[in-house]
């Protein structure tokens, strides 16, 4: 269990504190020389923030930065997001314009500046490693001045545990529609939660949590679905999602192959399997979500995140919406 940081401590004290415990190597900067005066004094500990800490909000980056994807800065690679500091102030803090898309909860914004300011380098562990920081970075801006708190060091590559008895009901991830199929089919005439026993798969949180059970009952028992025949090739695709297998895809009918490559130039390096964004290269993912693609692309006409498309190429794939979802059928 890490130590909390008391709340009353100010970052200026959290950055006199965090210059402690450093060893004469530093693999950074090797002129960094310790200033006895910031020591802490005997009996204080603290929390410093480590790179462990921020690693979960570098996680949410993932969608666009790493190899191959829309930039190829990985954040979760220690040496990168150190190496880039002064961006990473000045695009996430400074300018708010980073990430794209989405916004960074205040506490995170706060953990971030603090590490961008004081942050420590990690033992492979995660842990506050014996070695001086980078130097910490002067920013223009007033980041946090209260001691912010140590966010736990999760492991960013595991998905959050979903919470079982919440109240709302967490919608089926966009590239599991054919799973989803699956169950809608076979399964929700009486997995709506208002069988006695029954869970509610309506509820992905809830398809989660069970997915013991569902392999279980559904591929060694073999009783579920009950009173409903599934042929053995659907057992087998939900026997390969349990398994973590990769979704098998479906490809875009050949006559919309236009559009298709189109969609593959400008939007796959964002939108693919591994991101979490909906996976335009499955067609059964594209045909879900056709009426939010002509909203983004023609209505609120702010994707590709990347940049504006070319008129000819727009034009393809309006042609295709108005070919396979007429407007007055959504
Ligand atoms: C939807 C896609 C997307 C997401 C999500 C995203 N970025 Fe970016 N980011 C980009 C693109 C594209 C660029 C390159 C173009 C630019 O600089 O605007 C970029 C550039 C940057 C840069 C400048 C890099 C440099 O070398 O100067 C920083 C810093 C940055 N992103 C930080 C982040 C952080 C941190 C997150 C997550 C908290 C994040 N971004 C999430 C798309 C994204
Ligand atoms: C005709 C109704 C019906 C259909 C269709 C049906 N189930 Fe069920 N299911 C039940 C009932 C009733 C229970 C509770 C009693 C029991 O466990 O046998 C149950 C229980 C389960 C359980 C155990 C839940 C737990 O909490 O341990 C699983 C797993 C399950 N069903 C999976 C499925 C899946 C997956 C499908 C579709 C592929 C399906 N069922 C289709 C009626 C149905
Ligand atoms: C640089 C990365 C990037 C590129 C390129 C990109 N997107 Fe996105 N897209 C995102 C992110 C991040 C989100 C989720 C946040 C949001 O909805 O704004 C998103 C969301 C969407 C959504 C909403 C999905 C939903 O479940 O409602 C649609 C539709 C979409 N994008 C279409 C496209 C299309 C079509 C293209 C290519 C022409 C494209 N995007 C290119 C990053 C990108």
């Known amino acids: ?62 969608t666009c930065h790493g190899a191959g994807k829309a930039n190829a800065t990985d ?36 953990t971030l500046a603090t590490w961008l300011k004081t942050g420590t380098l990690p033992e492979p562990d995660g842990s506050v490693a014996d070695t001086p920081e980078n130097p910490p970075i002067e920013a223009p801006v007033d980041v946090p001045v209260e001691a912010p708190p140590v966010v736990q060091p999760t492991e960013p590559t595991a998905p959050e545990a979903p919470v079982v008895d919440e109240p709302v009901s967490t919608p089926w991830p966009a590239n599991l529609i054919s799973i989803k199929k699956i169950f809608d089919e076979s399964c929700l005439m009486c997995h709506t939660g ?22 279980n009952r559904v591929l060694v028992v073999k009783d579920m679905p009950m009173a409903v025949t599934i042929t053995d090739e659907k057992r087998e695709i939900i026997k390969n999602w ?16 236009n559009a298709r490559d189109i969609v593959a130039v400008n939007c796959t390096a964002c939108h693919n399997a591994d991101s979490g964004l909906p996976n335009w290269s499955d ?48």
């Open 75 to 110: 954040w979760l690679d220690y040496s990168s997001a150190a190496s880039k500091k002064v961006q990473l102030m000045d695009r996430v803090i400074i300018k708010g314009d980073m990430p794209l898309g989405f916004k960074l909860e205040k506490e995170e914004l706060k």
């Open 242 to 257: 349990l398994d973590g297998k990769p979704m098998q895809i479906t490809p875009w009918p050949e006559k919309y192959s």
């Open 194 to 215: 208002a069988m006695p026993n029954a869970p509610d798969w309506q509820n992905y949180a809830v398809v989660e949590s069970k997915k013991d059970r569902i392999y």
């Open 283 to 330: 067609y059964a993912v594209v045909e879900s979500k056709f009426s939010e693609i002509r909203n983004r692309l023609f209505v609120t006409k702010d994707m590709p995140y990347s940049g504006p498309m070319q008129p000819s190429d727009l034009d393809i794939i309006k042609n295709w919406l108005d070919d396979v979802a007429p407007k007055e059928l959504e």
């Open 1 to 62: 269990m890490r130590t909390f940081i008391n709340s009353s401590i100010s970052l200026i004290a959290l950055i006199l504190i965090s210059a402690c415990g450093r060893g004469p190597h530093n693999p950074v900067d090797g002129d960094f020389k310790l200033d006895k005066a910031n020591r802490p004094t005997a009996g204080q500990t603290v929390s410093a923030i480590t790179f462990a800490d921020v690693k979960p909000i570098f996680q949410k980056c993932t």
